[in-house]
């Protein structure tokens, strides 16, 4: 391929770099591309991280080829390294330049850093010709590293990297670069998203016998839902936005009323169910999606499949999917946990209820959907017990 | 430039355009560096929504250098314009085919589109050559246009856009596609991310006298002020975010007092003023940099300069500063503002009030801020009147 052309490819991946929404797989996508444009057999991929270099992305196609991928994949842990002159990856990060070397087994004596071999050992694997390229991003700092190993003839010889790949891979690693910290910026946007509107959540049911784990525990089973019932990736992850604004309509009603340690009256209990209707009006009328999704579970997660719930007394499929889940994240969680007017009950009593209460109150599906998921239900189960 | 050169620079642009956060400073970015890698007099660039295209940046040396850059500027305005085949930006977001015009008064009657001579007629201005050119993301979607007027050569004759730029300035405008929407994607965001935290801010003060409006008012004085004691422009926009979370520990004095009609006992102000822990204590410890900022101002916006505020009595710059600008911006609203048990106060006896409490109540240099920014105070007190 000339120059020019690799030229045109190299403004295609950083188009498919830059469009890539999520960190781990943008980071994935790195290495690939990387390693398709020097026909490298592996490549890997470190972020830095304050003085360290974290290792995050490896990929082996003689061991993949050998043991399959999942064992590939199996074989690395995520591990850091300091950013010194010693190891390969930490003297790209330290001094930001490129490293083209023909064979790591026979480095000069005259070079600072060493090959740790642990790797070739522990896996029977020959490393030779590696170039090591630093992610240097539009501010000059040196995000990561990007290792690209054994260059390959078509005929499967290991030479060295060519030297018209340096300054390409440079430039594909400076895309690179900047794709890192866009998704880094987008991630971490997100995340203040995610854990403000936790926080405000719990804030909500403050005067509530509510706690933090209850929030975290019943986004966490509705995503899980949401998943077995085929729900898109990006659908899964909004309902761990969206499931725990259910009760902020809490706020709208009145301390006697809400922490009332008796048996409330009728009235007492019509007020209650407007929190539905009041969360809704906090979240109304809103152009963001993962707003209007929270309005409608505020409004629709207390109705029943059988028509017998509140506010709209709506039946069956009327009821929007994201209520009908969030009615069984909630009520599993009511019961398998602790309040202040039950202990928690055992899991094979709340699994009975459930099931008695399928189709009645919740929707048959939603039920068989928690059920597959039931592995990972019990893993949130117990990591957000309470103590 | 040879063609090699050329992919080199296109590849620098790329990382440019995706290392820009705002989307207006990337659309401004986009159409200066096309008009670069071209030499074009001037350009424009025109946004898709539904089945219009809105004209959203326009440069032109041209026009600059005859009226100044302000005249230049304020002549244009965004508006919008059907995607159909009839006008040039819409013809080309309708084909998503590139058009390269030699001189725009001489179409030939074998084309769809028509040249719209106001702009030239209104301003005394020659369009002659043009390249028009769809910026079509990785998802195929023609997410705008890019127009390039009059490609000039050293010795300042308009020609032809070369057939050389063609491919290459497709390119571009696929890097900037790709921008804009991770850049529109950023913004929505960035957008339900305030837009949640007023919403939940104004549910929390639910049972308080406060209202929407309050909110809109207080963060945007914040802002100002921060913007004229000289934060950055991240600094202030995080105002934005921060400050409508001041009072949020409200959520924890019960209803009884919060709500209480006759003047407070001692006791019960005691536990008003314990709003400000109460905030603090449900945005503490996070490593988000919005929510660290809203807790620093949840605990610190009812302290005094002298020392003689609440919780903690700090005096001076011993107050964090968002905490200052916050008191005051509260303070100015409350009195400027109705509320239930007073009338809005006329402007002067409120600027009385002010300066008589400052270097007491209120950092000089805060006041001060608030003073200058005056005028952008106004605007603000005057879009958001209680009605």
Redesign the interface.
């Known amino acids: 391929m000339d120059?020019?052309r690799k030229?045109?490819e190299?403004?295609n991946i950083?188009?498919?770099l830059?469009?890539e929404?999520k960190l781990d797989k943008l980071l994935e996508k790195i290495v690939e591309e990387a390693r398709r444009f020097t026909n490298a057999d592996a490549g890997s991929l470190y972020l830095t991280e304050g003085n360290f270099v974290r290792f995050v992305v490896s990929q082996n196609d003689t061991l993949r080829k050998r043991y399959g991928e999942q064992k590939e994949k199996s074989g690395y842990l995520s591990f850091t390294m300091p950013i010194s002159r010693e190891n390969i990856a930490g003297y790209v990060a330290s001094t930001g330049r490129l490293l083209n070397i023909e064979d790591v087994y026979e480095l000069g004596s005259d070079v600072d850093f060493k090959f740790n071999k642990s790797f070739d050992i522990s896996n029977n694997f020959r490393t030779k010709s590696m170039l090591v390229v630093p992610m240097i991003?539009?501010d000059k700092q040196v995000v990561g590293v990007l290792q690209l190993i054994n260059s390959m003839e078509e005929d499967g010889e290991i030479v060295a990297f060519k030297g018209d790949y340096e300054k390409l891979t440079f430039?594909l690693a400076?895309?690179a670069a900047?794709?890192v910290?866009?998704a880094k910026?987008?991630e971490?946007?997100?995340?203040?998203?995610i854990?403000?509107?936790e926080?405000?959540s719990?804030?909500?049911e403050?005067?509530d016998e509510d706690t933090a784990l209850h929030i975290k525990r019943m986004k966490n089973y509705s995503a899980i839902i949401a998943k077995h019932l085929g729900f898109s990736e990006e659908e899964v992850e909004m309902m761990l936005f969206t499931a725990p604004m259910h009760d902020?309509g809490k706020?709208?009603v009145?301390?006697?009323i809400l922490l009332k340690p008796a048996k409330l009256t009728d009235e007492e209990f019509e007020e209650i169910k407007k929190h539905t209707i009041?969360g809704a009006k906090?979240?109304a009328g809103?152009q963001?999606e993962?707003?209007r999704r929270a309005e409608v579970i505020a409004i629709s997660h207390h109705e029943k499949w059988n028509g017998k719930g509140y506010p709209k007394g709506l039946a069956g499929e009327d009821i929007p999917i994201e209520g009908r889940v969030v009615a069984l994240a909630d009520v599993f969680d009511a019961l398998s946990s602790k309040r202040c007017y039950k202990p928690a009950f055992p899991l094979e009593k709340v699994i009975d209820i459930i099931k008695k209460d399928t189709g009645t109150h919740f929707d048959p599906s939603v039920t068989d959907a928690f059920f597959r998921g039931f592995d990972e239900i019990m893993e949130v189960y117990n990591s957000y017990k309470e103590v």
């Open positions: 120059e020019k030229m045109d190299l403004i950083g188009i498919a830059a469009s929404k991003d539009d430039s400076s895309q900047v794709a910290k866009m910026y987008r971490s946007l997100k995340a203040s998203n854990e403000m509107i926080r405000l719990i804030a909500a403050y005067r902020i706020l709208g009145p301390d006697s009041y906090i979240l809103s963001h993962i707003i």
